[in-house]
C-alpha cells in the first residue's frame, strides 16, 4: 500500500508523541495525538469481516440467526461495521461466512466478496482463501464487535512487517479490529487456527504492537452480557 508507506518515519512519531512508547513491543500502547500528516488514502485498502462464528455462546438467539445479524439499537451488528468501514473509504471488502451463511449473503448482497468453507478454519485460518486478493497491509474484523477505531489513523500508525491491534486491554482482549502485513499473514493462515488463542500468543513481541484512541470503543456481543451492554449503550430496538 504506496500511500500507507510514504512518510511512515513521520507518521510514527506523531502516533507514539501522547503515549511516549517505543513500536514493535507487545505490551506497549500507540495512541494516536491527533496530529496530521497529510491524506491518507484508503483506496486501494481491503478488509474482512469474520463471519463464520456458531454463537453458541448466544443460544437460543442464534439457532435460527448468526451473531452479525443479531440487532443493538434497531440494526444487525454487520451494519455497524460495514458503515464504518464505508463511511472511511474501505469498500473492497471480503465475508468470511459459514454458519447460516446464506442469511448473511441475503442480507449483505452484492456489497461485499464471500468467502465460503464447509468447515470452520478459525480466525485465523480464514484469511487464507482470500489473502492473495488482500491488499498489503489488510484488514481483519471480527463480525460480532461494533467500534468506532479510526481505520485511517490506525493505518498511520501501523509499520511495515507487522500485526497492529486495536485494544483497550492487551494484544489478546483486543477490539476485533487488526492490520496485518501480508509477509507476516503468509505464515500462519494456511491452516486452521484462532487469531487469539493461537498466533497472537505465539508471536514474537516485535511483530506486535497495539493501537488506542481516547475517544474509541468497542463492543464485542459474543455473550448474553456482552450483548446487553451493547444494547443498553445503543438503546435497544427491534
Not at 46 to 53: F, Y
Not at 101 to 121: C, E, N, T
Not at 185 to 214: G, T
Request: net charge positive; with cysteine; proline share 5%.
Amino acid at each position: 500500500h504506496v500511500e500507507a508507506r510514504e512518510g511512515s518515519r513521520s507518521r510514527t512519531h506523531s502516533c507514539i508523541e501522547r503515549s511516549g512508547v517505543r513500536m514493535g513491543r507487545l505490551h506497549d500502547r500507540l495512541e494516536w495525538s491527533g496530529n496530521e500528516d497529510g491524506p491518507i488514502s484508503m483506496k486501494h485498502t481491503t478488509a474482512l469481516i469474520l463471519c463464520g462464528g456458531l454463537g453458541t455462546r448466544l443460544r437460543p438467539w442464534t439457532y435460527f440467526t448468526p451473531k452479525p445479524l443479531l440487532k443493538v439499537g434497531g440494526k444487525c451488528v454487520i451494519d455497524y461495521i460495514w458503515r464504518r468501514l464505508v463511511d472511511q473509504d474501505i469498500l473492497d471488502i471480503y465475508m468470511d461466512v459459514h454458519y447460516l451463511a446464506w442469511k448473511i449473503i441475503r442480507h449483505v448482497g452484492w456489497r461485499a466478496k464471500f468467502s465460503y468453507g464447509p468447515s470452520l478454519l478459525g480466525t485465523a485460518g480464514a484469511i487464507g482463501p482470500v489473502l492473495s486478493a488482500m491488499s498489503d497491509p489488510f484488514f481483519v474484523l471480527n463480525g460480532d464487535t461494533i467500534t468506532n477505531v479510526n481505520f485511517k489513523n490506525m493505518l498511520r500508525c501501523h509499520q511495515e512487517g507487522i500485526m497492529t491491534i486495536f485494544t483497550k486491554d492487551t494484544a489478546v482482549h483486543n477490539g476485533g479490529v487488526f492490520l496485518i502485513d501480508k509477509n507476516l499473514a503468509w505464515n500462519f493462515c494456511f491452516r486452521e487456527a484462532s487469531l487469539h488463542e493461537d498466533v497472537i500468543p505465539s508471536l514474537p513481541k516485535e511483530s506486535i504492537q497495539l493501537f488506542d484512541e481516547p475517544d474509541s470503543y468497542y463492543f464485542d456481543i459474543g455473550t448474553p452480557e456482552k450483548l446487553k451492554k451493547a444494547r443498553q449503550f445503543f438503546g435497544h430496538q427491534n
